[in-house]
């Protein structure tokens, strides 16, 4: 069965290396991904995607329907870039070019070669016939690098749920070079107010507390904190300092329990530097969605991790087996402060089942000279329509691809 698949997708990885191409040469840096999502949206039109719409918060998502209403697959990669310093690069950011079986630009590994192979994906699905007894949901979502997953909420808040579709599955197409991916730590960005009327009070209670904190920087615990210099501000209530701090979240961690342990332990360590207040509160911003639409982002990505034996993550290793595919399964590492994938918004607050299946290198992610190879973005489109048919797709024994 999935050698028809195989067979019919050479036109489809063709396509999908263009478009990662074409995604590449249109800057799409977060909160201004509008020239993309227009772009994503136009191929799954020209694909025959069943529906294709546009929602209020950027997002481009198509939709196959299935021969029922479920069970539901989301693929989901984000269009967005983060910032880059072009005199640091050696090629062309936005130039789209190929070398020796990469395909450069700035974000070709994260996530613009993900979604290309999400979009050729449905469109081989489509193209080979074979039946589908659920629905398939492509989604090129905003706001996942300078947003915290803004879009993703969205998505699965309003833009599904008018679609009347519930996905109960997600796969994530970053970066894990064909690895089969199932979760990642998190990180959390807060900031410590340490007030009071007294000036040297305040000041001496703010650097008890980095002293406390600033071991991160030199620890081998991967989850300890790690505080900056305190800033000091004369309010017209009294003296004030602002400690910002962050920290690693282990996928057992409790964000809410983390910040008040910091809220106990910070307490503890002014006792008796006078009359002081601590307060500690996950940092905040407000963002501006290219649409025009303004939301408050919170520092914080959560910890996650998909059940290696799930039926999700079982269904999809044997499905890539049946396929003649190979793909460790693994977790994001995340080498850079601030990192993080749109699992965290999918499996903690939607409790919904996600892996991450994806052609580029994590090491990719964020660097200089950033590339996709072009050999794995081909294997992603037929592995990941291998992974979506084994979960929603209708068994068929006996066909071949003459047949059909």
Excluded at 301 to 317: G, I
Aim: with cysteine.
């Amino acid at each position: 069965m999935y050698d028809l698949l195989n067979s019919r997708n050479e036109w489809n990885a063709k396509r999908a290396i263009d478009l990662a191409a074409k995604l590449i040469r249109v800057a799409s840096p977060s909160l201004s991904e509008g020239s993309v999502a227009r772009v994503a949206a136009e191929e799954m039109k020209e694909l025959g995607y069943d529906k294709v719409v546009q929602d209020t918060a950027g997002n481009a998502v198509g939709v196959l329907f299935g021969r029922s209403d479920g069970p539901t697959v989301l693929l989901n990669s984000h269009m967005d870039t983060v910032d880059c310093n072009q005199d640091q690069w050696t090629c062309n950011p936005y130039g789209g070019e190929t070398h020796k079986g990469r395909l450069y630009g700035l974000g070709a590994a994260d996530c613009k070669g993900g979604l290309a192979a999400h979009i050729h994906a449905g469109s081989l699905l489509k193209r080979s016939l074979l039946p589908l007894r659920g629905n398939l949901i492509v989604a090129a979502t905003v706001a996942e690098e300078n947003g915290r997953s803004l879009g993703v909420r969205a998505l699965l808040e309003q833009t599904l749920a008018d679609l009347e579709l519930q996905p109960d599955y997600a796969i994530l197409g970053e970066p894990t070079g064909l690895g089969l991916y199932y979760g990642h730590d998190g990180w959390m960005d807060v900031t410590i107010r340490v007030h009071g009327i007294n000036p040297f009070h305040v000041d001496q209670a703010a650097e008890r507390i980095t002293r406390g904190l600033g071991n991160g920087r030199t620890t081998s615990d991967r989850y300890a904190w790690v505080a900056r210099e305190p800033r000091y501000y004369d309010r017209p209530s009294g003296h004030e300092a602002c400690i910002q701090a962050e920290r690693r979240l282990a996928a057992s961690d409790s964000a809410r329990e983390v910040m008040g342990q910091l809220q106990h332990e910070a307490e503890l360590v002014v006792n008796g530097s006078g009359s002081v207040a601590v307060e500690v509160a996950v940092c905040e911003e407000s963002q501006k969605l290219y649409t025009g639409k303004t939301v408050a982002v919170r520092q914080l990505v959560n910890a996650w991790a998909t059940d290696p034996f799930s039926p999700l993550v079982e269904r999809a290793r044997q499905a890539l087996a049946a396929g003649q595919c190979c793909a460790q399964p693994g977790k994001w590492e995340l080498g850079r402060s601030g990192m993080g994938t749109a699992g965290g918004v999918m499996v903690k607050e939607f409790d919904l089942p996600t892996i991450g299946y994806g052609p580029g290198d994590e090491a990719q992610a964020h660097a200089v000279d950033e590339y996709v190879d072009t050999g794995k973005l081909a294997q992603a489109v037929y592995g990941t329509a291998v992974i979506v048919h084994g979960l929603i797709g209708v068994p068929v024994f006996g066909w071949t691809s003459d047949e059909i």
